[in-house]
């Protein structure tokens, strides 16, 4: 348990690292280039996105959960994946003038023929950032991480201020999947790996033959809206829409997204183990409701300052859509949690079942919104697709895990009243500010200072789990002093 919650710590703080570098990379090239110049790289990352998709029925996924694992298999699944990967790069190549064309967009066509130089080297390091998982080496996966993202950050900004455009985008990518590439070889350096070999590659496929359907269902829904935005309404309206959803995350990457990189290789040991799931599972999403939903009350309370603060008063645009887009991802609490769950039990026909309901439904909902109500119907529409995909997510994993809807209550009613202690005193302020949700940055700065007092209020008052773990840090750190010097 020492070592998961040390594997956890690691993540976390490789997380918040790469939110600021995000959020700089973010913060700044939006005040560099317009919507306009943006939302050619939104609609290409998302037909790229869409594309990788296929890369997924080679999963690097196979290899943390596998119980016994040979060089064969490492092998056969690096074989599989370039494999696929010089399909997704020959197609989006050959396909660019076409979607250029489509899109009246002919900088799509450069924009391609870089970034798919990227997935090459991409490639590499995914499959040693897998090993590295099933090690729980997650030292090194941050060293990797960390150094990608601080080139691809560098690089992009420098780029856009010496006029590259929308090709800043491609290029820093590619500057950033170099340097990680080459960090990953210098510390993981298993060159045998490389040697072709398809000896075990039947496992893989049935295993990522599911995962790869689940992941292009996913990744298409999650395109759909942006591809559909950039064809029938603007770029413009497609990097508005991104740029919400990016603000509208930044709780579950902040929260979430650091603890997910180590709950399947966690999970998957202790399946090993014989041990049971239910009551992990359970704790986690205490543990997690606690962060992610104040977090995300407080972000659709300050979303005008907010998004002035981070992106500029050109995109002031996005801040009601960004109030809107919080409150439909408090319903995605579990969902960072269900796939490494039913991954480590094994149950990857479920997720494929789940994924067969909840997309199609989900994308042909949305569709309809942005043809017919464009980019304000695209975010009102995820109140009601959000929700949906939760109640279907959590009706699989309560029948793997024998739970019932009072257990999950039991986990999450104190989290919903240190979310609503959070939100209460922002609410307070704008109620007496005269200027509403437009509040200054003085003005909100004051306000996310009360909602930090109301959090730690209501985390006292519930008695919540999460405050004893907040305590057991401080011995921890003492110790670590100590040890240290």
Not at 289 to 294: I, V
Not at 361 to 388: D, E, H, K, R, Y
Request: proline share 4%; glycine share 6%; with cysteine.
């Amino acid at each position: 348990m020492l070592s998961v919650k040390r594997a956890l710590l690691m993540s976390v703080g490789e997380r918040y690292v790469l939110l600021v570098t995000n959020f700089a990379t973010a913060a700044l090239v939006s005040r560099i280039l317009t919507p306009q110049e943006i939302g050619v790289s939104v609609i290409g990352m998302a037909i790229m996105a869409t594309a990788l998709s296929l890369r997924e029925f080679s999963s690097s996924s196979f290899l943390i959960q596998r119980e016994e694992l040979s060089r064969e298999d490492i092998r056969s699944a690096f074989t599989v994946m370039f494999i696929l990967t010089g399909v997704i790069a020959a197609t989006l190549v050959v396909a660019s003038p076409f979607l250029a064309s489509f899109y009246s967009e002919p900088n799509l066509v450069p924009y391609f023929r870089v970034i798919s130089v990227c997935l090459f080297l991409d490639t590499s390091f995914t499959l040693i950032n897998a090993l590295l998982r099933r090690e729980m080496s997650f030292g090194k996966i941050a060293a990797i991480d960390i150094t990608g993202a601080v080139a691809n950050s560098a690089a992009t900004i420098a780029l856009a201020l010496a006029g590259f455009s929308y090709m800043s985008f491609a290029w820093g990518w590619l500057i950033g999947s170099g340097l990680a590439a080459g960090l990953a070889l210098a510390l993981c350096p298993h060159f045998w790996m490389f040697r072709p070999s398809l000896a075990n590659w039947r496992g893989m496929i049935s295993f990522g033959g599911y995962n790869g359907v689940i992941t292009m269902l996913f990744r298409i829904f999650d395109a759909l809206p942006l591809l559909l935005l950039g064809r029938v309404v603007s770029p413009n309206a497609a990097a508005l829409f991104s740029r919400t959803l990016w603000i509208g995350q930044i709780p579950d990457k902040l929260v979430i997204g650091g603890a997910v990189a180590v709950v399947l290789p966690a999970f998957s040991a202790e399946v090993r183990q014989g041990r049971d799931l239910k009551r992990p599972y359970l704790a986690a999403l205490s543990l997690i409701t606690a962060l992610h939903w104040p977090a995300l009350l407080v972000l659709s309370v300050l979303a005008y300052p907010i998004v002035d603060i981070v992106l500029g008063h050109q995109w002031t645009e996005a801040a009601p859509l960004v109030q809107v887009v919080a409150i439909a991802l408090l319903f995605s609490f579990s969902f960072e949690l269900n796939y490494p769950v039913m991954v480590a039990l094994g149950a990857i026909r479920d997720l494929f079942i789940r994924a067969l309901i909840v997309f199609p439904f989900s994308g042909i909902l949305l569709s309809v919104a942005v043809v017919f109500g464009g980019l304000q119907a695209a975010a009102w529409c995820m109140l009601v697709t959000v929700p949906f995909q939760a109640c279907i997510a959590l009706s699989f994993v309560r029948r793997r895990l024998g739970l019932k809807r009072r257990d999950i209550a039991a986990a999450l009613w104190k989290s919903a009243v240190v979310a609503f202690a959070s939100a209460a005193p922002p609410l307070a302020a704008i109620g007496i500010s005269s200027s509403g949700f437009g509040l200054s940055n003085m003005e909100a700065a004051a306000a996310a200072l009360s909602a930090f007092g109301g959090w730690s209020a209501g985390l006292i008052i519930t008695r919540h789990p999460l405050l004893d773990e907040i305590i057991k840090i401080f011995p921890a750190l003492r110790r670590a002093r100590v040890s240290v010097g």
